[in-house]
C-alpha cells in the first residue's frame, strides 16, 4: 500500500469547522479523507473514530445500520473536545463495495444475517484493511488516540500498526427498530461490545 497526501481544506459543519485532509491510495486508486478539529497533540492522546465508509447510513439516512449516527455523534464529540480527528476510509460494505452491500441486503431482506449475507456472496463477514491508518495518522500528527468505537478489531488493527489506543470510548448510538437486529449480529457473530446501547427516538 502507498498513501500519498493530497490536500487540505475547511470543511464547516454543523459542528464547528474541520479540516479536511485528503489521501490517494496510489495502488488501488481508493480515495480517503482525514478530518480534523483543533490543534491536535503527537504527545498527547487525541479523540479520534476509524469509519468505513456506508453510503446508505452516512449520506442516506438509512436505519439499518449505525452508521450514520455514529458519525454524527463523532463530530459532535469532537467539536465539544475541542480537538480530535476522523479518518474516513472508502471500505464501503465492510469491504465488499457498494454493490454487494445492495446484494447482501437483498439476501438480508429474505431472512439472511448480516454475516450469511457476506458468506453466501463468497465474502468473508469482514474484508476490511486498515493499514492506511499510520501514514494518514501520522500526517495528521497523531500517536495515541482515545478511539470511539465498539468494534474491538479496530484496536487491535491500530495496535498492531503501531498506534497506541489509550482508551476505547463507547460509541453506541442510533438503536432503531429497522437495526435492532442488525446489532445483535454484530455483537454476537463479530465481538462489537453493545453494553449501553439504547433506541433511538425515531420521532426526534
Ligand atoms: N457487507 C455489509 N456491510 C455492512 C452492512 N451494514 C453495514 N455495513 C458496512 O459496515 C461498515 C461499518 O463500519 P463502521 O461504522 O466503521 O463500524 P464498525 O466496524 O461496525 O465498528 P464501530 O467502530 O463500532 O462502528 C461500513 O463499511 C458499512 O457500509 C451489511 O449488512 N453488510
Ligand atoms: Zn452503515
Not at 12 to 36: I, N, Q, Y
Not at 47 to 52: E, K, N
Not at 70 to 92: D, H, K, P, V
Not at 149 to 157: H, L, S
Request: aromatic residues 8%; neutral net charge.
Amino acid at each position: 500500500m502507498s498513501i500519498k497526501y493530497v490536500a487540505t481544506s475547511k470543511l464547516p459543519t454543523p459542528w464547528g469547522v474541520f479540516a479536511m485532509h485528503g489521501f490517494e491510495d496510489t495502488e488501488s486508486g481508493k480515495e480517503h479523507v482525514a478530518l480534523t478539529f483543533g490543534t491536535l497533540s503527537a504527545d498527547e492522546p487525541v479523540l479520534g473514530r476509524i469509519h468505513s465508509e456506508c453510503l446508505t447510513g452516512d449520506a442516506l439516512f438509512s436505519l439499518r445500520c449505525d452508521c450514520g449516527f455514529q458519525l454524527q455523534a463523532a463530530m459532535q464529540n469532537i467539536a465539544e473536545t475541542g480537538s480530535g480527528f476522523i479518518l474516513y476510509l472508502r471500505q464501503e460494505g465492510r469491504g465488499i463495495g457498494l454493490l454487494n452491500k445492495i446484494r447482501a441486503y437483498e439476501l438480508q431482506d429474505k431472512g439472511a444475517n448480516t454475516v450469511e449475507a457476506n458468506e453466501q456472496l463468497g465474502f468473508e463477514a469482514d474484508m476490511r484493511k486498515y493499514d492506511m491508518i499510520k501514514p494518514m495518522l501520522e500526517q495528521i500528527g497523531v500517536k495515541h488516540v482515545r478511539l470511539m468505537t465498539n468494534n474491538p478489531r479496530k484496536v487491535k488493527a491500530m495496535k498492531e500498526f503501531g498506534i497506541e489506543v489509550v482508551e476505547r470510548v463507547p460509541l453506541q448510538v442510533g438503536k432503531n427498530r429497522y437495526n435492532e437486529a442488525y446489532l445483535k449480529t454484530k455483537s454476537t457473530e463479530l465481538g462489537h461490545m453493545m453494553s449501553e446501547y439504547h433506541f433511538m427516538d425515531e420521532n426526534k
